[in-house]
């Protein structure tokens, strides 16, 4: 099938594939990023009303108990339904084209993975609807509180929690093992480890954590749900229970699941500065290898959400230093960046102004969390809105931003369309200053002691949580002209070439969209790095000979 | 350096064929192997805790663990590895029946240890819901015990591709896959052997 060859001897592909058990890598990215933003609009709805009750001191827009449902579907649908979705979306997208495979190792197992996300979405949802409400103990679920079923009913929402979380778990392992496995075994020729894109070697590290770091999550999750349905006491001290224990668990698996999501977007850095300062990347070897680097010292700070619950005196010592020494690698990284963009010649397009915006803000995260890695400072401010300030700095301030980078950045690539500058322009305007609004008063706030998951407060801390709703709901608009122009340039946008960035890398060989095989049995053979900017080196083999035929072919209608 | 491309003739439409390229398999269940074993990890050392951390560890009216019955258990699923080993070997050297014979040994003593744990389980004096103790005890045994009668599962499933014409003309890896993860339970249970029944002092 050498469709590179005769793109029009094929049938246009049918938009009802995106509803359909598809194995194409590129349609299960299209629809995990295009599922994601759904449950993005219910979290980001959930957001709204929880900034919308904090405008005010007095807890009035909802009753108490829906509030703490409310924060923990929130935390729970942007995390497990939004975030990993997306980046999964990214993966699959990204890493065959990126590497020259046809498709991902195992095309039937990465659907059934995405095919369970709806699956334990809809369930999550729908523990609103279950008599008690959905569960109300925090996105962590921390027993006790999450052991608690006052109405006695088999069918609670935190049974109905921990099922989702534990089902979001089987699917982000098939996953990852159908990642690693197809980043191991199937790269173009030529394609050694040291001329892998970055993207490739983060996606390499963010799922391995996964596969170290989740099967503890679903152990301790599957002791949970024992306790809290078959009566048993794992978590309750009244039956020699340890509820500590289960926070063990839960970080083992969920701070390195902060370094899931960064690391891709590390990634998406380490591959759009070069194209937009028009330089090779400075530093790859040592980008490339401190992600493994995280990976491992990542597996080894869980405590530090722990230091005032009970842990021992030597553990957090230990602990605040490994969580420091994680400044070490990140700091290398961007440093790397910083040398990348260093007399570059800069174009502020969409994608590299997501860019810039989450560089910066992962630096003001990554400078709160040393802060919070300090256990004076942690004990001090744990549970306050310092730690909410800092963790959604990292999370939507850094991730988000660099996902709407990656969007807007291989937009082209996947749909065939330009996506529109101007409305790009305003959405990185409204979500840069969004964000920093909304997350920046929450530091304060949180140093003067205003704690986390309340629906009142004290009016001494109004000030900050009115310019924090503020900044939220402009958050709340900035989707707006995104979802605008991702369906009016999909529909009508103008025509993408094959290469609109001018950027190097497999990818942006192939014609856009590429065909469902990618470069089929033609794979190029690789002979450098993909970021010989301003080298004048080539890719691959025959790179003029295949960019020709690529060109003359968009010039043929 | 791998730097593998499927082979010409092995892009099939997607959908068809086996799942993915065969050499992949391996890899991909490999993979799997590893990130299973974090799990009985959280388990074990769960289990450490809370016994190293219990007041009274073992419930009112349980003296401990009666370990001859687990032990012959124990020998039963060691030398079991050694048997599938054999049939691997039989295998490997083309002889398709001396493959099946030991193969079907093999889940005999799978069966046999899944029967013997039935037969332990329904003489013990204490519960699921017996403190920690009776919950770590039947979570680690229970979780183990899944793990085998999967195994044995897929060993049946390996046995009648076995009778498929030319099914294992290029290659076996399905039978490897299944040979590791039967190694994998081997050695969870000597683990799980020496937490629970050896190390009964508390």
Redesign the interface.
């Known amino acids: 099938m050498t469709s590179a060859t005769f793109p029009s001897s094929e049938p246009k592909p049918s938009w009802t594939r995106y509803f359909s058990f598809n194995t194409d890598a590129k349609v299960i990215g299209i629809q995990y990023i295009v599922l994601s933003f759904f449950y993005f609009l219910i979290g980001g709805l959930l957001a709204m009303i929880i900034r919308g009750e904090l405008i005010t001191p007095a807890a009035d827009l909802v009753d108490r108990t829906v509030y703490n449902g409310i924060y923990t579907m929130h935390g729970t649908i942007m995390l497990f339904l939004f975030i990993f979705p997306v980046l999964n979306g990214l993966n699959n997208l990204l890493i065959p084209t990126m590497i020259g495979a046809p498709d991902m190792a195992f095309p039937r197992l990465n659907a059934v993975a995405f095919w369970l996300v709806p699956i334990f979405g809809t369930l999550l949802i729908a523990s609103f609807f279950v008599p008690g409400g959905p569960a109300y103990s925090g996105w962590w679920s921390y027993p006790p509180v999450s052991l608690q079923n006052p109405l006695g009913n088999l069918l609670s929402g935190q049974g109905l929690w921990i099922t989702a979380v534990a089902l979001s778990g089987v699917s982000s392992i098939m996953g990852a093992v159908n990642f690693v496995t197809t980043i191991i075994r199937m790269r173009a020729p030529g394609m050694t480890w040291f001329r892998m894109p970055v993207f490739c070697w983060t996606a390499l590290a963010a799922q391995s954590l996964q596969l170290i770091g989740l099967p503890a999550l679903t152990g301790g999750a599957v002791m949970l749900l024992f306790d809290l349905i078959a009566g048993t006491s794992f978590y309750r001290p009244e039956g020699g229970g340890d509820p500590v224990l289960y926070q063990h668990f839960f970080w083992f698996y969920s701070h390195p699941a902060v370094y899931v999501i960064i690391l891709p977007v590390f990634g998406v850095f380490s591959e759009l500065f070069p194209v937009y300062a028009r330089k090779p990347l400075f530093g790859y070897v040592y980008v490339a290898l401190a992600s493994f680097i995280i990976v491992g010292l990542g597996l080894i700070v869980w405590v530090h959400h722990m230091f005032p619950s009970g842990v021992a005196q030597w553990m957090r010592n230990l602990f605040m230093v490994t969580t420091m020494l994680i400044a070490v690698p990140t700091g290398v990284k961007v440093f790397a960046w910083l040398g990348t963009l260093w007399r570059g010649k800069l174009r502020l397009t969409t994608p590299m102004l997501f860019c810039l915006g989450g560089l910066f803000n992962f630096v003001f995260a990554g400078i709160t969390g040393i802060m919070l890695a300090t256990v004076p400072v942690d004990i001090h401010v744990s549970n306050t809105y310092f730690v909410v300030g800092h963790f959604h700095y990292v999370i939507y301030g850094a991730a988000v931003m660099g996902v709407f980078a990656a969007i807007y950045h291989w937009f082209p690539k996947f749909t065939g369309r330009m996506p529109y500058e101007g409305l790009g322009k305003v959405h990185f305007l409204l979500t840069f200053v969004g964000a920093n609004l909304n997350f920046l008063p929450m530091h304060p706030a949180g140093l003067m002691g205003m704690p986390r998951r309340v629906s009142s407060y004290d009016p001494e801390f109004a000030f900050w949580n009115v310019l924090a709703s503020l900044g939220a709901f402009l958050l709340g608009v900035s989707i707006i002209p995104f979802l605008l122009n991702m369906v009016s340039s999909w529909v009508r946008g103008p025509k993408a070439t094959h290469n609109p960035w001018n950027a190097i890398g497999l990818e942006w060989l192939l014609p856009s969209p590429p065909a469902e095989d990618n470069f089929g049995e033609h794979v190029p053979t690789v002979i450098a790095r993909p970021y010989g900017y301003g080298l004048g080196q080539p890719l691959v083999e025959n790179q003029a000979a295949i960019e020709r035929e690529l060109t003359l072919q968009e010039a043929t209608p | ?6 082979p ?1 003739g092995s ?1 099939t439409p ?2 068809e064929g086996g ?3 065969a ?3 391996l ?2 269940f490999i ?2 192997l ?6 009985f ?3 074990f050392s ?1 289990y450490a ?2 016994k190293t ?5 073992l419930p009112a009216g349980v003296e401990g663990l009666e370990w001859r019955m687990p032990l012959i258990n124990t020998i039963v699923l060691v030398s079991s590895s050694g048997t599938i080993w054999l049939a691997e070997t039989f295998m490997a050297r083309g002889n398709l029946w001396g493959f099946r014979a030991l193969w079907l040994l093999t889940m005999a003593l799978g069966g046999y240890f899944l029967y013997g744990q039935a037969v332990e389980w329904s003489e013990l004096a204490f519960g ?2 017996s ?6 005890f039947y ?1 680690l045994t229970g979780f183990h015990g899944l793990h085998v009668a999967t195994g044995v599962l897929l060993m049946a499933l390996m046995l009648i591709k076995s009778f498929l014409p030319g099914n294992y003309a290029k290659g076996e890896q399905g039978v490897q896959a299944t040979s590791l993860f039967w190694h994998f339970v081997d050695v969870i249970w000597i683990i799980l052997f020496v937490l629970i029944y050896v190390w009964q002092r508390h």
């Open positions: 350096m791998t730097t593998a491309i499927p010409t892009i997607h959908g799942e993915g390229h050499n992949h398999s890899t991909g993979i799997f590893c990130s299973e074993s974090v799990i990890l959280a388990f769960g805790v809370l951390s219990a007041l009274n560890w699921f819901t403190g920690t103790f009776g919950g770590t979570l």
